[in-house]
């Protein structure tokens, strides 16, 4: 399963910098969501996958391997939240930027690096 | 628990959550919003007094036991970061007063600026790596909307590449903070620093390292990340632009001397060489960049860039003289670049441009403006009695200690076209004739400045004066910052703080 996951974390990574580098503002930020599961997803997989086992156990149980860590869950459902509040806020600046430049091109947002 | 440790976190809070309460009442947000910089201020300068006093100290929130729970620490370098951040709150929080428009005001111009203070406090005084990304998170956010409020061509263009490079880097900063803890099971620092000294060396490790450095050196505009800082800076308003100079670029900082201290010192030879490296090459390119540009803003953006190699030069050279040399780099920076942009603003309000070529007479129309630019203009760049040459000063020092002479050349160097670049802007828009392109200057016409002035010029003052103190009295600030150093080199005190006697 490990090894499943690191393809499809491969996989986003590289489409999330394949989709970044085109042209079009939109595609930037769909690119920029990509690369946010990417980062989830590795999480996910490197702190462990395990399978049906508690996160909580009572006190007499000793065997570490009957738990489940909950730590890497807790730690992406706060950057799945953060993410997806950075996503909202990337939309509407992409609106607004399509109304202000008039375009979703980026080659045609180079005034500020001159 | 010290209360003093959760007050910089919670006090720009509840400053934010007042001024939205308030949404309606500029009047009641404005007085809301310098309120809650001057008792940021207080208590950052109680929470550093205090550590100064009793050491470094350590509350663990919800009193769940570190490592599990979250661990607010502040050592003495937390706690000067934290202090200068109320220094710079309550100067550009004044600032703001005159300078943001209303439609930038009813927006919520005032939250999101108590925001962004929180998100900084939060980030200087988190002894969590994941609380960190959170901090960072919460502190681009606000950023990101300062960035783009107002809806101008220009903001829209930087905010773009402003909001894409830091998500990136934030994206990377996420990925090596999972993956560190699939390696070594915790985040809380302290512990991760006690485990990774236990550890063998591994190569898996310094990968780790690395993932950290490009992420904080995106963040801090570290050579070759830096190209997004002088394509954005200049867009928004100038007091946003000041916050940002002073404090965004310096919270990376403070990360990546917190991980290179603390966390990563298994292959100092690899990693703190590297960082050599990248911060000769910040210096000299972000001083050559500032020397080709023209405009007022953009040079000293530019300059954010040069003045990052030096922080990071102490940190690559890693010895306490070296560590006390960036940090009392940082504070110098802060205050000093805070400064210049300040003044830009008035620059631009008298003159109506940014442009260098179109401006001119200012000498002659405002001299007291153009003593108050050179204050930190001169120090920028190193001249004595001002608090840059201490600053720098130190770094030598600790370089030629450290036998790296190529880098103390270079610093040398770019200090020379630091003034060379300050010099410039002297000449071009306070020295020669007011060309005759220029209109009538609209604030020179009068001959009576009106309140808004004073409310330009009293943080420029207030900010001038602290550089000079600096450089007069620089011992004491001095003896902090070795103090602040010897607690990064040997952080046994560190730890101890957070997890108790074992």
Redesign the interface.
């Known amino acids: 399963m490990e090894t499943v996951l690191a393809f499809v974390i491969g996989g986003l990574y590289a489409a999330g910098l394949f989709t970044?580098l085109r042209r079009n503002?939109v595609r930037?930020v769909i690119g920029?969501g990509l690369?946010?599961h990417?980062?989830?997803l590795?999480?996910f997989t490197?702190?462990?996958l395990t399978r049906a086992r508690p996160p909580l156990i009572s006190e007499s149980v000793t065997n570490p391997e009957a738990l489940a860590d909950p730590?890497?869950h807790a730690?992406i459902l706060?950057?799945i939240v953060?993410g997806f509040?950075?996503q909202a806020?990337?939309l509407v600046?992409?609106y607004?930027?399509i109304q202000?430049?008039g375009t979703d091109d980026?080659d045609d947002?180079?005034?500020?690096?001159r | 628990m010290n209360i003093l440790l959760i007050l910089p976190v919670l006090v720009p809070l509840t400053a934010a959550v007042l001024c939205m309460l308030a949404w309606n009442s500029l009047r009641v947000q404005r007085i809301l919003n310098v309120m809650g910089a001057t008792l940021l201020l207080v208590s950052g300068l109680l929470l550093l007094r205090s550590i100064w006093q009793n050491g470094i100290q350590a509350a663990q929130m919800n009193a769940w036991p570190a490592p599990f729970g979250i661990t607010l620490v502040a050592d003495l370098f937390s706690a000067m970061m934290v202090g200068i951040t109320g220094v710079i709150g309550i100067a550009v929080a004044v600032y703001s007063l005159a300078t943001i428009d209303r439609e930038r005001e009813r927006f919520g111009y005032y939250p999101l600026f108590h925001i962004l203070l929180m998100g900084v406090c939060g980030a200087f005084l988190t002894g969590d790596l994941?609380n960190l990304?959170?901090w960072f998170?919460v502190m681009?956010?606000a950023s990101?909307?300062l960035m783009?409020l107002g809806?101008?061509?220009?903001q829209?263009?930087?905010?773009?590449?402003y909001?894409?490079i830091n998500?990136?880097a934030?994206?990377?900063f996420?990925?090596a903070?999972?993956?560190l803890?699939?390696i070594v099971g915790t985040?809380n620092m302290a512990d991760l620093a006690q485990k990774l000294r236990a550890a063998p060396r591994m190569d898996l490790l310094t990968t780790i390292a690395i993932l950290f450095l490009v992420a904080f050196g995106i963040k801090a505009a570290v050579f070759p990340l830096f190209f997004w800082l002088?394509?954005?800076y200049?867009?928004p308003p100038v007091a946003v632009s000041a916050i940002f100079a002073g404090l965004l670029t310096k919270v990376g900082v403070y990360a990546l001397i917190r991980v290179f201290t603390l966390l990563f010192v298994q292959d100092v030879a690899y990693t703190h060489t590297l960082i050599l490296a990248l911060a000769g090459l910040t210096m000299i390119t972000g001083v050559l960049g500032a020397v080709a540009q023209n405009e007022f803003r953009r040079i000293l953006s530019f300059h954010i860039v040069s003045q990052i190699g030096y922080m990071i030069f102490g940190l690559g050279l890693f010895t306490t003289t070296a560590l006390a040399g960036s940090i009392f780099y940082i504070v110098h920076h802060i205050i000093v670049k805070t400064n210049l942009f300040l003044v830009s603003g008035v620059v631009h309000r008298i003159g109506g441009t940014y442009e260098l070529k179109k401006l001119g007479g200012l000498y002659s129309a405002r001299p007291a403006l153009s003593i108050l630019f050179l204050i930190p203009a001169l120090s920028l760049a190193g001249l004595p009695p001002l608090s840059g040459f201490v600053a720098k000063f130190t770094l030598v020092r600790a370089g030629l200690e450290s036998q790296s002479y190529v880098l103390v050349a270079t610093a040398l160097a770019v200090g020379l076209l630091t003034l060379f670049s300050m010099t410039k802007i002297w000449a071009e828009a306070f020295w020669k004739e007011a060309p005759a392109s220029l209109e009538v200057m609209p604030a020179l016409s009068s001959s009576e400045p009106d309140v808004s002035y004073w409310l330009l010029i009293l943080p420029i003052a207030s900010l001038a004066l602290i550089t000079i103190l600096i450089g007069l009295a620089a011992e004491p600030i001095y003896v902090l910052a070795s103090r602040a150093a010897q607690q990064l080199i040997d952080p046994a005190e560190y730890i101890q703080a957070v997890l108790g006697r074992r």
């Open positions: 970044m503002i930037l920029l690369l946010g990417a980062a989830n590795l999480i490197i702190a462990g730590m890497p730690l706060t950057a953060i509040a950075v806020f990337a600046l992409i607004r930027v202000t430049v980026l947002m180079k005034a500020t690096d | 994941f990304y959170v998170e681009l956010m990101f909307v783009a809806g101008e061509r220009a829209m263009e930087g905010a773009i590449k909001v894409t998500l990136v934030s994206a990377m996420l990925a903070v999972g993956m803890y699939g985040l002088p394509a954005s200049h867009t």
